[in-house]
């Protein structure tokens, strides 16, 4: 009998530290990496850049991409990581499409380390003033959810140890 898959979903708000902790993942266990922020449509990109946040009739169909991205990997019995905001619970129910074989890994910040890293960096679509509409609509992980909490206040290498140990 084959082993299942390991997928698994590096989220959080806008600044976590999604994509760097994603790709760093991917890198030391050899698995491939997809950054959502990819997949979003360009009509997104486009509305986010413009300080308007998503609603959730946008984000239906990035978030189809995203499950379609996991079941490619699923159906090759491949493992894969990767990084999407998946803010609400339904988001994640959508992502995982009812498998069991996904693991969300929460990237967890302080408002004030968010809003830094967000300010600090350049050329991302994401502009700091929607920070705020991500944090309003955020619903952690419940304990009945296929998910661990990481701090990412932590060195990226603590949070990547973290990380495996979960795995």
Same mark, same amino acid.
């Given at each position: 009998?084959?082993?299942?898959?390991?997928?698994?979903?590096?989220?959080?708000?806008?600044?976590?530290?999604?994509?760097?902790?994603?790709?760093?993942?991917?890198?030391?266990? #050899?698995?491939? =990496?997809?950054?959502?922020?990819?997949?979003?449509?360009?009509?997104?990109?486009?509305?986010?850049?413009?300080?308007?946040?998503?609603?959730?009739?946008?984000?239906?169909?990035?978030?189809?991409?995203?499950?379609?991205?996991? $079941?490619?990997?699923?159906? +090759?019995?491949?493992? #894969?990581?990767?990084?999407? $905001?998946?803010?609400?619970?339904?988001?994640?129910?959508?992502?995982?499409?009812?498998?069991?074989?996904?693991? =969300?890994?929460?990237?967890?910040?302080?408002?004030?380390?968010?809003?830094?890293?967000?300010?600090?960096?350049?050329?991302? =679509?994401?502009?700091? $003033?929607?920070?705020?509409?991500?944090?309003?609509?955020?619903?952690?992980?419940?304990?009945?959810?296929?998910?661990?909490?990481?701090?990412?206040? =932590?060195?990226?290498?603590?949070?990547?140890?973290?990380?495996? +140990?979960?795995?």
């Amino acid at each position: 009998m084959r082993e299942a898959a390991k997928l698994v979903v590096v989220m959080g708000v806008s600044g976590a530290g999604k994509s760097t902790i994603g790709a760093m993942l991917a890198e030391r266990l #050899g698995w491939p =990496f997809v950054d959502g922020d990819d997949l979003h449509p360009l009509a997104n990109r486009r509305k986010m850049a413009a300080g308007r946040p998503l609603d959730d009739g946008d984000r239906i169909p990035w978030l189809a991409a995203i499950a379609r991205q996991l $079941s490619l990997w699923r159906e +090759a019995g491949s493992a #894969g990581v990767i990084a999407c $905001s998946a803010l609400k619970r339904d988001y994640r129910e959508r992502i995982a499409d009812g498998n069991g074989d996904v693991l =969300f890994i929460y990237l967890k910040a302080a408002d004030e380390l968010l809003t830094a890293r967000v300010a600090a960096r350049g050329g991302h =679509f994401m502009p700091v $003033s929607l920070l705020a509409s991500q944090l309003a609509i955020l619903e952690e992980p419940g304990p009945d959810e296929q998910a661990a909490t990481v701090d990412a206040a =932590f060195p990226t290498a603590r949070i990547i140890e973290t990380i495996i +140990a979960s795995l």
